[in-house]
Nanobody
Framework: QVQLVESGGGLVQPGGSLRLSCVSS????????LGWYRQGPGDIRGLVAS???????EYRKFAEGRFTISRDNAKNSVNLQMNTLKPEDTAVYFC?????????????WGQGSQVTVSS
């Protein structure tokens, strides 16, 4: 099981920036895909951005041009830089690790970080 510990959430004004970090208990080079998801009030959890150990990156449309996902192999971490934040970005953000085994795929989750965008 991969343990993920998140940090960096908080309250920010519209137009501001926040950086989320997620540290893995295992070598992230062994993790097929790391991602950030979010869940707003009354919403289901959905993908924000993901990065594979091949370097392939995917963003949801709302994140393109504003958010940047990155991996730091030396620190076993995945980060999400969020710029030009909007009130609709308010949500709990979750780090996710997808590990592919021979006959199964396993997902592990961080504890969640509250991001509130409000004036």
């Amino acid at each position: 099981q991969v343990q993920l510990v998140e940090s960096g959430g908080g309250l920010v004004q519209p137009g501001g920036s926040l950086r989320l970090s997620c540290v893995s208990s295992v070598d992230i080079k062994s993790i097929y895909q790391l991602g950030w998801y979010r869940q707003g009030p009354g919403d289901i959890r959905g993908l924000v951005a993901s990065i594979r150990n091949t370097g392939e990156i995917e963003y949801r449309k709302f994140a393109e041009g504003r958010f940047t996902i990155s991996r730091d192999n030396a620190k076993n971490s995945v980060n999400l830089q969020m710029n030009t934040l909007k009130p609709e970005d308010t949500a709990v953000y979750f780090c996710n690790a997808q590990v592919n085994y021979t006959s199964s795929i396993k997902h592990d989750w961080g504890q969640g970080s509250q991001v509130t965008v409000s004036s």
